[in-house]
């Protein structure tokens, strides 16, 4: 796990670019990211007294993935329990150390389900850059991790901001099956193959008709692509560890996938936010 400790204020250069973002539509159906604007550019509106934002990365490598090369994928992150629950354990109990130490100690604890711009606050605890696949990058071990955020009310000493390191590469632009990131750093959500397979809640498109890379949750591709990336090494975190059975799934056995077979592969499993007529509607979309 990694730290890095920001000041507590308004994100000046991030509200004209999510402003912008989310003026051109780019956030399809998530509506949710159009909500609390100013709470997201600012945590001292969502945190009370706030004064620094502590970042933290969870890495979720994994030692090995999917075997059959020709079976629907599902995003590295999701091979094991739901990250919310696994990091929001930890965060407290980073907290209980703080109060320990230092004293009663007022903040809250978010995880990717609160108006918190995760990567802008990595970035800008010099955790790592923002690339142009608008991941958080770092030059040790990539991008395969996770970012969650101690708000707290307390001064600190504050980490500085890490240069960017993508040069002049566009692997990750090349890359993407869907073309989706229109710019560099600028990622159209609307046209993620994540978006499509876990946050749509309609039928996918035909316009994207075979262009899914095989992807049935999530997609890792401009992960994948990305130099900085063969720097990954594998979590220690038992907990995001996939279910065997995951892992030897044949391309038929995801195609005849049954709720039972569903309910146990993926229990306690982010996977389950598409739920079993979602997954199947993804794995469909695939066939066609």
């Known amino acids: 796990m990694s730290c890095g400790i920001s000041k507590a204020g308004f994100l000046e250069e991030e509200a ?12 399809g159906q998530m509506s949710y990211m159009q909500n609390h604007f100013d709470k997201r550019l600012d945590p001292t509106k969502l945190v009370e007294g706030s004064k620094s934002v502590i970042s933290l990365l969870l890495n979720y490598y994994p030692e090995e993935q999917q075997k059959d090369l020709n079976a629907p994928k599902i995003s590295k992150y999701a091979y094991g329990q739901d990250y919310h629950h696994i990091i929001k354990g930890k965060l407290r109990q980073l907290q209980e150390f703080i109060t320990e130490n230092i004293g009663e100690v007022d903040g809250r604890a978010f995880v990717d389900s609160a108006p918190v711009l995760d990567k802008a606050w990595a970035a800008k605890s010099g ?19 996770f970012i969650a955020e ?18 002049t590469c566009t692997a990750c632009i090349d890359a993407c099956p869907t ?35 095989n992807w049935m949750f999530g997609c890792d591709v401009c992960q994948d692509v990305c130099p900085w990336n063969r720097f990954s090494k594998p ?4 907990l995001f560890n ?33 739920k079993f007529s979602g997954l199947q509607r993804n794995i469909r979309f695939l066939k066609k």
Request: glycine share 4%; proline share 6%; charged share 25%.
């Open 179 to 213: 073309q989706a990131i229109v710019d560099p750093y600028v990622v159209d959500g609307s046209k993620c193959i994540s978006y499509f397979t876990i946050e749509l809640k309609d039928e996918i498109p035909n316009d994207f008709k075979g262009q899914f890379d």
């Open 127 to 145: 955790l790592g850059w923002i690339g142009k696949n608008s991941n958080l990058i770092t030059q040790k071990v990539g991008s395969f991790y």
């Open 235 to 238: 979590h220690n975190e038992p």
């Open 150 to 167: 101690l708000i707290i009310d307390l001064d600190l000493n504050y980490d500085t901001p890490v240069t960017d390191h993508c040069g």
């Open 16 to 27: 004209p670019r999510l402003e912008n973002w989310l003026n051109q539509n780019m956030n």
């Open 242 to 274: 996939p279910k065997p059975e995951l892992l030897s799934m044949s391309k038929k056995d995801w195609q005849e996938i049954t709720q039972e077979v569903f309910s146990k592969v993926f229990q306690k499993s982010a996977v389950k936010r598409t």
